[in-house]
Structures are given as structure tokens and as C-alpha cells.
């Protein structure tokens, strides 16, 4: 069983950043391709980034594209979502996913995924 556990979660001020983190309690976590998505009130879960397993290849929700860096470091078996010149609107819950696949075929769809994390929050004021 993987459980991501997220943190680094907070208020920032708009065109500021912060720096999500995502644990995941197996040793196994290097084999996995992981993922942020994000939930804002009122509105269903949308993608925000993806890495695979080695962190070869990433990607992105255009609303996010630019300004947000996801990576991983797999000897910590933790994976980062860097975020910068945030806006009002990405104010949200932030989910880690973990997939049990090393690069999932459609890495920006929710069902890709097999473990979540219970979401920090991230909210941005104007």
C-alpha cells in the first residue's frame, strides 16, 4: 500500500510561490509515475502536473505551464510541486496521485492513478 502524504500547503499574497511536497510511504515509490491535481470549491478535480518514474518526461496543465515545476527525488521518495507567480485562481486543495504505472499513457487523467493523498491547501490572495 503507497500513501502520499502532502505538505508545504499555505496563504501567499498574488505573483508569489510556494513549494508543495508529496511523501510516499514505500520503497518502492522510484517505480511509480506521480501526479498534483487540484480541487477548487465548486468545482470538480483538474490536472495540474505529472512526472514518470524517472522524471524523464513532464507535463502540464496549460493554466499552469510556465509558472509551476514538478519534480522528484526518488532517495527521498518524495516528489515536489514548485509554484510560482501564483494567482487568485489557483487557489485549491492540492492532491499527490501515485500510479501504480511507470509513465501512464494519459498522465493528465485521474484515473491513471491508484493512491491519493488527503490534499493541502493552497490559497492565493488578491
Known amino acids: 500500500q503507497v500513501q502520499p502524504v502532502e505538505s508545504g500547503g499555505g496563504l501567499v499574497q498574488a505573483g508569489g510561490s510556494l513549494r508543495l511536497s508529496c511523501a510516499a510511504s514505500r520503497r518502492t515509490f522510484s517505480n511509480y509515475a506521480m501526479a498534483w491535481f487540484r480541487q477548487a470549491p465548486g468545482k470538480e478535480r483538474e490536472f495540474a502536473a505529472a512526472i514518470t518514474w524517472n522524471g524523464g518526461s513532464t507535463y502540464y496543465a496549460d493554466s499552469v505551464k510556465g509558472r509551476f515545476t514538478i519534480s522528484r527525488d526518488n532517495a527521498k521518495n518524495t516528489v515536489y510541486l514548485q509554484m510560482n507567480s501564483l494567482k487568485p485562481e489557483d487557489t485549491a486543495v492540492y492532491h499527490c496521485?501515485?500510479?501504480?504505472?511507470?509513465?501512464?499513457?494519459?498522465?493528465?487523467?485521474?484515473?491513471?492513478?491508484?493512491?491519493w493523498g488527503r490534499g493541502t491547501q493552497v490559497t492565493v490572495s488578491s
Open positions: 496521485a501515485v500510479s501504480r504505472l511507470t509513465a501512464p499513457l494519459q498522465p493528465t487523467e485521474s484515473n491513471q492513478y491508484n493512491y
